[in-house]
């Protein structure tokens, strides 16, 4: 911090000491002094974006050299077919999309109908029901992970096999309902006004249409917080996906991608053209999105606090 | 209308209820059971067997190292992304040219997996042609072994960690900075402290919850620390970044120790438990809350 409240100083002086003209005169950079710190901090998180970049280009030979070649005398594109053809990347982008976009669906009905019963119904058992949702919140999965994995592997077995072991359906169900998202929205249903919610059900309204026409619109917010954070959670989940899944055709890209790390690994221009691939596309969706992860990481933040 | 409640009550609740119970409640009991018997998946028998996996663990050499390299990383880890979440957001909250691009770097690494993250620095930070090293020989220092070094795999992964959580920490400092009202900050001026005074004796006091947050949740996210390991060192070299889910996953799925990884799980929750209560009490005492 030192060093950036340096400059800084000179500009609170002048606006306390009356010497404006005089801390003008002393800087005279053309442009803010935070950018002397913002911009190489953001090389330094930038830049292995970019070495990522520049080595899925490289040619084999240009990549195992020391020191490294920082400008590749060739553009090797080819190693992206080449990553492609050595693992279905397509494949695990689609089953992770599946999955993300699953697993969001579930929770918005499921989380939305359970939260909204808890916040507004009084039923018998709604207390005990509430603190047993709140339980499962606070254990970390590494404890539930043996008999979550022992089920999954039951039901895949006498249940259904869609849902079981080696199917991107275990990735989905047991997350379908989190009690994060039934907590969450629950706290957001009970912040509502009752009037709109009392009026329809006066005009006759049943309680899922009350539901489905007033307060979830109203509830967008949080809805669209919900979605972000449980789409990122899906995405990003290795652990899980590590132990249900083993056969090739049915991973996920960060599993899918662990395991080419695996066959690969000394590969570096191909490891990091399924990387490149692996990634762009999440990347893509946070930036068009970015408003929306933004403001719902930040308000887990608020939340917490 | 009340009895129409309950039925209502249960039918909304109940599809979300039974996947909280299935795939939450009913693992909770089941692995505490499982912690006290000796089960694994190729015997069908489970045997009570008491106190003996929690036994085993104290005795357990790795484990005793598992718990040290967990604590190491946490130590270092949290207050490393606190600080640089911190200063880059007190950077970044500003009008200036470029700004949205600073934050949008800043932002980009949260949309990185883990796994991404892991392949890129391992490249980043390889002994024989990484860039690391060259940056280093620049300035005189030989070339490092990093990731296969016992002394030093474990920094590596706080490094890239620290990386990784940049973006999240700075998002929850930035949104805590927007609440801060200008009006104290100029008040200050207005009574003679400087821009650092401000900073240590109104910002930060007013930054203390979003701070308690982020302590927490990022020690939680900490001492469950697994793949970046599972993927970079696979706990080596040496058992050097060997952590405890490490360890508890190759328990449970590489070994099939299915009532000894329950035990070390149930520790691991333990350790978690104390540790959020512990920065809960002493946070709430340094926490400065408004209203």
Known sequence: ?305 | MVASEQFTGWAFVTPGAVIIVLFGAVPIVWSALMSFQRSNLLTPSTPFAGLKNYRQMVHDPIVVQAIQHTLIYTALFVPGTMIVGLFLAVAMNRKIRFISLYRTAAYATMAISTISEAIVFIWLFDPSYGIVNYLLSLIGVPPQQFLNSPSQALYVIVVMTIWGWTGFAVVIYLAALQGVPQVLLEAAAIDGAGPWRTFRRVTLPLLSPASLFLAVWLTINALQLFDEVYLSTQGGPLNATTVLVYYLYNQAFQQFNFGYASAIAYFLFLVIIVITVIQFRVGRRLTYYRS
């Open chain 1, 1 to 305: 911090m030192t060093a950036t409240s340096a400059p800084a100083r000179g500009g609170v002086q002048a606006s306390a000491g009356g010497g404006v003209q005089r801390a003008r005169r002393r800087w005279r950079l053309p442009f803010s002094p935070w950018h002397l710190v913002l911009a190489p901090a953001t090389l330094v998180l930038i830049f292995p974006f970019i070495w990522l970049l520049v080595t899925s280009v490289e040619t084999p030979s240009e990549a195992l050299r020391f020191p490294p070649v920082l400008a590749p005398h060739v553009l090797r594109f080819a190693n992206y077919p080449d990553a492609l053809s050595s693992a279905p990347f397509g494949r695990f982008f689609v089953n992770s999309t599946v999955v993300a976009v699953g697993t969001v669906l579930c929770n918005l009905v499921l989380c939305s109908l359970a939260g909204y019963a808890l916040a507004r119904f009084r039923f018998l058992g709604r207390s005990v029901l509430f603190v047993v949702i709140m339980a499962t919140l606070m254990v970390p999965f590494q404890v539930t992970m043996i008999p979550q994995f022992i089920i999954t592997k039951w039901l895949g077995v006498h249940v259904l096999a869609a849902v079981g072991i080696n199917h991107i359906g275990a990735l989905i169900l047991p997350n379908a309902a989190t009690a994060f998202g039934i907590f969450f929205l629950r706290q957001f249903f009970r912040t509502l006004p009752l009037e709109y919610e009392e009026a329809a059900r006066v005009d006759g309204a049943s309680r899922l249409t009350v539901l489905v026409r007033i307060v979830l619109p109203l509830a967008a917010p949080a809805l669209a917080t919900l979605t972000a954070l449980t789409f990122l959670d899906s995405w990003n989940n290795f652990l899980w996906p590590l132990i249900a899944i083993t056969s090739t055709n049915q991973m996920t890209l960060p599993l899918g991608l662990a395991t080419f790390q695996g066959a690969h690994a000394t590969e570096w221009p191909l490891l990091m053209a399924g990387n490149v691939m692996s990634l762009v596309p999440m990347l893509a969706i946070f930036f068009l999105a970015q408003r929306y992860f933004i403001r719902s990481v930040a308000a887990t933040g608020l939340a917490g606090t």
